[in-house]
């Protein structure tokens, strides 16, 4: 076994989110942490910040052309809490070209084909020739997220996933995050549990789980970035 395996195999047994940062910024140089700014990403930020090297990870926001405002403005907010510039990945073409090559509201009829244009693809070119990204994903989030591991394989992107948040609960994120004075998108106090594309999101009922607003009526919770 090669020293970087060593290191994934040490890797994968920490559940400390801070632990698996620290670590895997010694393996990985210059990870991407993709984020859509949801409460995830931001704990995992101020993390980095307080470790003392949020700088050493490309922060990218895949900005769909389809973001409610309020996640507009978390950007701005965000970028002078950690003094960071947070790049804006953006799809091959705007939401008005693609009405024009598609047909309109696309993700009303078919959002896998929407969420493959103005996701999955755009994320693609952020991933390519990189060896390791961060992501927010936690096990508690949905069925499909049950088994995430804190290192995987990303088989699609051909790449290491990490995922330091994937044994903190939803209520130890929010601890850290309300400790912490972090910014946070406005419409979590308004329902919704997950933010994405403001067509596609909606807010959840009690019982449900975090994903559940998330293309309402539809048998998926998932827009294709994670498998």
Same mark, same amino acid.
């Given at each position: ?5 060593? &290191? ?9 989110p *801070? ?27 101020d993390l980095? +910040? ?17 973001? /409610?405002?309020?996640?507009e ?5 965000? &970028? ?13 073409? %705007? ?12 993700? %009303?009829?078919d /959002? ?5 244009l ?6 693609? =070119?952020?991933? @390519? ?5 961060? %992501?927010?994903?936690? *096990?508690? &989030?949905? /069925?499909?997220?049950? +088994?995430?591991e ?5 088989? @699609?992107? =051909?790449?290491? @996933?990490?995922? /330091?948040?994937?044994?903190?609960t *939803?209520? *130890?994120?929010? &601890?850290?995050?309300?400790? @912490? ?14 933010v ?27 827009? =294709?970035? +994670? =498998?």
């Amino acid at each position: 076994m090669n020293s970087q395996s060593n &290191q994934l195999a040490i890797l994968s047994r920490m559940h400390d989110p *801070r632990d698996v940062l620290d670590a895997a910024l010694d393996v990985f140089d210059r990870p991407v942490l993709a984020t859509s700014l949801g409460p995830q990403s931001i704990v995992i930020l101020d993390l980095l +910040h307080a470790l003392g090297r949020v700088d050493a990870v490309d922060v990218v926001w895949l900005d769909t052309g389809l973001m /409610p405002p309020e996640t507009e403005a978390l950007h701005d907010a965000l &970028q002078q809490r950690f003094g960071i510039v947070i790049a804006r990945q953006r799809p091959a073409h %705007t939401v008005l070209e693609q009405e024009a090559r598609e047909g309109p509201a696309l993700w %009303t009829r078919d /959002p896998d084909r929407c969420c493959a244009l103005r996701k999955v693809a755009p994320m693609q =070119g952020v991933l @390519r020739d990189r060896a390791a990204w961060i %992501t927010g994903l936690r *096990r508690d &989030q949905s /069925p499909a997220r049950a +088994h995430t591991e804190t290192v995987g394989w990303d088989r @699609r992107n =051909g790449l290491v @996933r990490i995922a /330091p948040l994937a044994w903190w609960t *939803r209520d *130890r994120m929010w &601890q850290h995050l309300l400790s @912490r004075a972090l910014p946070y998108n406005p419409l979590l106090d308004q329902g919704y549990a997950s933010v994405g594309c403001a067509p596609c999101t909606s807010p959840v009922g009690a019982g449900e789980d975090e994903r559940a607003g998330r293309w309402r009526g539809r048998a998926r919770t998932e827009c =294709g970035l +994670h =498998g």
